[in-house]
């Protein structure tokens, strides 16, 4: 499976020759976001691009409801277009019965039943799968 670097890099060059400047900008803004912390990470993985890709959508999506709050419906659209890119790159997220489930063995297996502990290591399992929110809620919801 190719890295979702090479993905992006592919990508870009696609639309350098087919002048889509601006999926070709917002990649290029994900590309340096991903080897700035490939830098900062020794043995930078797959699962680490994902972290980043979904920081990424993440920031995007706050960003849009700021927009929307501010009525700046000219940056909501630009918002838009780039959340439905970064979507479409981004692994697909577990459904809330899988996270649920996962997070059910967790606590079964664990000895440590708390809060903190159940959710580090949910996170650890899930990292890139799901929104830390909502497996937030779940575990909170479960312990």
Not at 10 to 18: A, E, G, M, R
Not at 52 to 69: G, H, N, P
Not at 108 to 129: L, Y
């Amino acid at each position: 499976m190719d890295s979702i670097l090479d993905e992006i890099n592919k990508l870009i060059i696609s639309d350098y020759k087919s002048g889509n400047s601006q999926r070709r900008v917002l990649l290029q803004t994900v590309k340096a976001a991903i080897l700035q912390k490939a830098k900062d990470i020794k043995g930078f993985s797959l699962a680490d691009e994902q972290k980043v890709l979904s920081t990424e959508l993440k920031q995007r999506i706050e960003a849009r409801d700021q927009y929307l709050q501010n009525e700046r419906q000219d940056l909501v659209e630009k918002m838009d277009f780039e959340i439905n890119v970064l979507k479409d790159m981004a692994p697909k997220q577990l459904p809330e019965e899988e996270i649920e489930r996962i997070v059910q063995q967790i606590i079964t297996s664990s000895q440590d039943k708390s809060f903190p502990a159940v959710m580090r290591q949910s996170i650890n399992e899930i990292a890139g799968k799901a929104d830390g929110s909502t497996i937030a809620q779940i575990v909170k919801r479960l312990t």
